[in-house]
T-cell receptor, first 114, second 116 residues
Framework: QKEVEQNSGPLSVPEGAIASLNCTYS??????FFWYRQYSGKSPELIMS????GDKEDGRFTAQLNKASQYVSLLIRDSQPSDSATYLC??????????????FGKGTKLSVIP | SAVISQKPSRDICQRGTSLTIQCQVD?????MFWYRQQPGQSLTLIAT?????????ESGFVIDKFPISRPNLTFSTLTVSNMSPEDSSIYLC?????????????FGSGTRLTVV
């Protein structure tokens, strides 16, 4: 069974600090990786997508991918109280060309303390 | 990115009844995806809806329980049939959205279903 694992948290960081969120996945053939933010009672919102090894930066967010270790992470710099949410890691685990199946981790709850 | 309108936003239903959830997208999309998020849990894919063909259901989900319609490239419905309290969840539709060389999946606002 294809799995995506995340620490459930809660992860508490002080305002202005770097929050580091981690995710591991079991399907070595996975090609696409996504980070979503979900506020309580709201639907998931896409923050980052990453497809190749290395870092990808977008504003205060940096996604890191290491396919050899089957590991993807999200760094949030200068964390703000508004970043407090559950962060979901999602992996395209479908087989074959053009597959779109996403498998989600259970999410890490982040609390940024003012 | 695509904008998805989903309704109803919430409903409280009696066990044994059915509820149909609608998703309208502001652009044509080939595939629409239906997810379930049970309380305190992550998202689980129910089925993939293609226009002009039968939906593809994931393991543990069957057409009799979750019939799906996809009459055109901008609209889909998911029906939760013969509901029981175990069906109380948030149901979300999703479509792939392309951002230049990148892509992601956009979600509707969700339907919070409570079965009593």
């Amino acid at each position: 069974q294809k799995e995506v694992e995340q620490n459930s948290g809660p992860l508490s960081v002080p305002e202005g600090a770097i929050a580091s969120l981690n995710c591991t996945y079991s399907d070595r053939g996975s090609q696409s990786f996504f980070w979503y933010r979900q506020y309580s009672g709201k639907s998931p919102e896409l923050i980052m997508s990453i497809y190749s090894n290395g870092d990808k930066e977008d504003g205060r967010f940096t996604a890191q991918l290491n396919k050899a270790s089957q590991y993807v992470s999200l760094l949030i710099r200068d964390s703000q109280p508004s970043d407090s949410a559950t962060y979901l890691c999602a992996v395209n685990t479908g087989s074959g060309a053009g597959s779109y199946q996403l498998t989600f981790g259970k999410g890490t709850k982040l609390s940024v303390i003012p | 990115s695509a904008v998805i309108s989903q309704k109803p936003s919430r409903d409280i239903c009696q066990r044994g009844t059915s509820l149909t959830i609608q998703c309208q997208v502001d652009s044509q999309v080939t595939m629409m995806f239906w997810y379930r998020q049970q309380p305190g849990q992550s998202l689980t894919l129910i089925a993939t809806a293609n226009q002009g063909s039968e939906a593809t259901y994931e393991s543990g989900f069957v057409i009799d329980k979750f019939p799906i319609s996809r009459p055109n490239l901008t609209f889909s419905t998911l029906t939760v049939s013969n509901m029981s309290p175990e069906d109380s969840s948030i149901y979300l539709c999703s479509v792939r959205t392309d951002f230049g060389y990148n892509y992601g999946y956009t979600f509707g606002s969700g339907t919070r279903l409570t079965v009593v």
